[in-house]
C-alpha cells in the first residue's frame, strides 16, 4: 500500500515555516524524502534509516517515528526554490532496502 | 560525473512498434531502476538490477522488457505498448548500501497513439 501524505498541498510566503507528513501502513526499515519540479526529476533530500540515522540536506530537516510508521519533513524560513512537489519513499523493514515504494505527494508553493 | 542520462527525451510511437529506452550513469552505482509516473503521481517501481542482474520485478507486463548490458547501462524495451503505458519513464541509480539515497535522470517522455 501507498503511503499517504498530508497535506495534499500547501501555499506558503518566503520565510514562513511548513511540515510535511508521511505515513505507512507497514513496518518501515527507512524513509527517503525527494523533491520534484514540475518537468523535472526528483531529486533526493534525505534519508533516515530505522534507528535513528539520518543523511541529508543541511537546510531542510526530517524525523522518523518507526513506532507510528511515520516522518515528517520539516522545512524552515522556505526559499522560493523549496517550491515543488514533495514525495516520501519508504522501503518496507525485511523487504529490500532499495524497493521504494513512493507516498501520495505534497504540491508545496511558496509565494514572495 | 554526478548525472543520470536518458535518451530520447521524448518518444511517440504507435501500438505496434519497438522502441528502447536508455539510461545511463558513471557514478559507480551498482544498482539501477525503472520508475513509470503519470502526471500527478508519484513514481512506480517497474524494475531493480542489482549488480547487472534483475533483482525486482514489480509484476511489470512482458511488453516491457528490461536489459540491463553492464554496469552503466540499463535499457528498456517496448513493444506492443498500449495507450494507457503513455508516461514520464524515469531511471535512477543508487549505491546499494544501507542508505540507498537514488539519483533520478530526467526521464522519457513517452506517448503511445
Known amino acids: 500500500q501507498q503511503p499517504v501524505q498530508s497535506p495534499q498541498a500547501v501555499i506558503l510566503r518566503e520565510g514562513e515555516d511548513a511540515v510535511i507528513n508521511c505515513s505507512s501502513s507497514k513496518a518501515l526499515y527507512s524513509v527517503h524524502w525527494y523533491r520534484q519540479k514540475h518537468g523535472e526529476a526528483p531529486v533526493f533530500l534525505m534519508i533516515l534509516l530505522k534507528g535513528g540515522e539520518q543523511k541529508g540536506h543541511d537546510k531542510i530537516s526530517a524525523s522518523f517515528n518507526e513506532k507510528k510508521q511515520q516522518s515528517s519533513l520539516y522545512l524552515t524560513a522556505s526559499q522560493l526554490s523549496y517550491s515543488g512537489t514533495y514525495f516520501c519513499?519508504?522501503?518496507?523493514?525485511?523487504?529490500?532496502?532499495?524497493?521504494?515504494?513512493f507516498g501520495t505527494g505534497t504540491l508545496l508553493a511558496v509565494q514572495p | 560525473d554526478t548525472e543520470v542520462t536518458q535518451t530520447p527525451k521524448h518518444l511517440v510511437m504507435g501500438m505496434t512498434n519497438k522502441k528502447s529506452l536508455k539510461c545511463e550513469q558513471h557514478?559507480?552505482?551498482?544498482?539501477m531502476y525503472w520508475y513509470k509516473q503519470k502526471a500527478k503521481k508519484p513514481p512506480e517501481l517497474m524494475f531493480v538490477?542489482?549488480?547487472?542482474?534483475?533483482?525486482i520485478n514489480e509484476s511489470v507486463p512482458s511488453r516491457f522488457s528490461p536489459e540491463c548490458p553492464n554496469s552503466s547501462l540499463l535499457n528498456l524495451h517496448l513493444h506492443a505498448l498500449q495507450p494507457e503505458d503513455s508516461a514520464l519513464y524515469l531511471c535512477?541509480?543508487?549505491?546499494?548500501?544501507?542508505?540507498?539515497?537514488?539519483?533520478f535522470g530526467p526521464g522519457t517522455r513517452l506517448t503511445v497513439l
Open positions: 535512477a541509480s543508487s549505491h546499494l548500501s544501507n542508505y540507498n539515497e537514488q539519483f
Open positions: 519513499g519508504t522501503a518496507a523493514l525485511g523487504g529490500a532496502t532499495n524497493k521504494l515504494i
Open positions: 557514478m559507480g552505482h551498482r544498482a
Open positions: 538490477y542489482s549488480y547487472e542482474k534483475l533483482s
